[in-house]
């Protein structure tokens, strides 16, 4: 069971929009920076949104981040087939005994 | 060409052990955080150790603590995962990872090397 949590899964078709959620606690998020990652099927993951709403270069301003309160959001727009993958935010946690913390992951389906 | 590259897995029977390097190139490995990551065969991430850039400081998940150690070795760019008394519960791809941490301030993951795989079974 991870310490935040994510949608299993969410879809939506190619061009729309879609919202992936993160949920934590006053001791992690609440007071943290989010991260969030994708994994394609088949490969490492990879940076995708940093301090809640960074995005390293090269990667497109399809992708971003928000935080408000002990949740952070991950929205994707104009989807294309090759956005499907999981995604999963990451935090630090103060509280626990693995400092660093992830959702579960978002299975993403471009329909 | 900034990149890790993982090795030294492979199938290991319950109880025993394995050591895990990763082979940092194309950055200043002695600047970063280092961390471990795996992930089970279908499941999601988990973090398990890091170590500071100067090898001072360690911090290991709950699950790991007391069987796996951290260590690197900043004069061969390399960082290493030894891993004891393993179940069939430490089955997974292991991935060595660059970690961003600036303590108080920001922390994330911004290289990741394509794992190797560590299969725990009789």
């Known amino acids: 069971q991870s310490v935040l949590t994510q949608p299993p899964s969410v879809s939506a078709a190619p061009g729309q929009k879609v919202t992936i959620s993160c949920s934590g606690s006053t001791s992690n998020i609440g007071k943290k920076y989010v991260s969030w990652y994708q994994q394609l099927p088949g490969t490492a993951p990879k940076l995708l949104i940093y301090?809640?709403?960074k995005r390293p270069s090269g990667i497109p301003d399809r992708f971003s981040g928000s935080k408000s309160g002990t949740s952070a959001t991950l929205d994707i727009t104009g989807l294309q087939t090759g956005d499907e993958a999981h995604y999963y935010c990451g935090t630090w946690d103060d509280s626990l005994g693995a400092p660093r913390v992830f959702g579960g992951g978002t299975k993403l389906t471009v329909l | 060409q900034v990149q890790l590259v993982e090795s030294g897995g492979g199938l290991v029977k319950p109880g025993g052990s394995l050591r895990l390097s990763c082979a940092a190139s194309g950055f200043f490995f002695s600047d970063y955080y280092m961390t471990w990551i795996r992930q089970a065969p279908g499941k999601g991430l988990e973090w398990l150790s890091y170590i500071s850039n100067s090898g001072s400081s360690m911090h290991y998940a709950d699950s790991v603590k007391g069987r796996f150690t951290i260590s690197r070795d900043n004069a061969k760019n390399s960082l290493y995962l030894q891993m004891d008394s393993l179940t069939a519960e430490d089955t997974a791809l292991y991935y060595c990872v660059r970690d961003i941490t600036a303590p108080g301030s920001t922390y994330y993951f911004d290289l990741w090397g394509r794992g190797t795989v560590v299969t725990v079974s009789s």
């Open positions: 301090d809640n709403n």
